[in-house]
């Protein structure tokens, strides 16, 4: 075999290698939530440290898919506590703004995980949200970004959840 065709063959593998490595990230943040109306009779106020964990993959500079979990804090009253967890995949589209500086904004859906005063539900809803990056470098960034969680049918309503949160997101 010649030696020419086996380096070039190496070298595509290694650039096709490459430019999908800069495709791929991951991240995490941390922040707080605002829970909104009534679930499983519970009507008080937000609490505890919220998070999330992503991974993710671009398309192109301008849309990627981010799968991920999250941690939605809890609501508390007289008559108890009520607190979700989160699977969700999301589309996710970046405009640049500056030098360094871009403006997210996302939809997709997410499947929460639901436990209260009667037990546990599930629930299944849209999510959106919005968010500005600073890159701090080529393969890091910096996020803040705000959340909106509308999941159907939890304890026989509806759960509208707000969750704010700044973190990083690092390429691989």
């Given at each position: 075999m010649?030696?020419s065709?086996?380096?070039?063959a190496?070298?595509?593998?290694a650039?096709a ?14 922040g707080?939530s ?6 499983d009779g519970?009507?008080?106020?937000s ?8 991974g993710?993959?671009?398309i ?6 981010e ?7 809890s609501?508390r009253?007289?008559?108890g506590k ?7 995949v ?6 640049p ?12 859906v997410a499947?929460a995980?639901f436990?209260?005063p ?18 701090l ?8 970004e ?9 304890f026989d ?12 997101k690092?390429n691989f």
């Amino acid at each position: 075999m010649n030696f020419s065709r086996i380096f070039t063959a190496m070298t595509i593998v290694a650039a096709a290698s490459a430019a999908h490595a800069q495709s791929l990230y991951g991240g995490g943040s941390i922040g707080g939530s605002d829970w909104h109306g009534s679930v499983d009779g519970i009507d008080g106020g937000s609490r505890g440290v919220t998070g999330k964990v992503y991974g993710g993959y671009s398309i192109n500079p301008n849309f990627a898919i981010e799968a991920g979990a999250a941690r939605l804090g809890s609501m508390r009253d007289a008559n108890g506590k009520v607190g979700a967890n989160s699977v969700f995949v999301d589309g996710v589209g970046t405009l640049p703004l500056a030098d360094k500086w871009s403006l997210l904004g996302r939809v997709g859906v997410a499947q929460a995980r639901f436990s209260g005063p009667t037990g546990g539900d599930t629930g299944t809803g849209l999510k959106v949200g919005t968010g500005v990056q600073y890159q701090l470098s080529p393969t890091t960034a910096l996020r803040a970004e705000y959340e909106q969680y509308r999941l159907n049918s939890v304890f026989d309503s509806h759960a509208n959840i707000g969750q704010f949160t700044a973190g990083v997101k690092v390429n691989f």
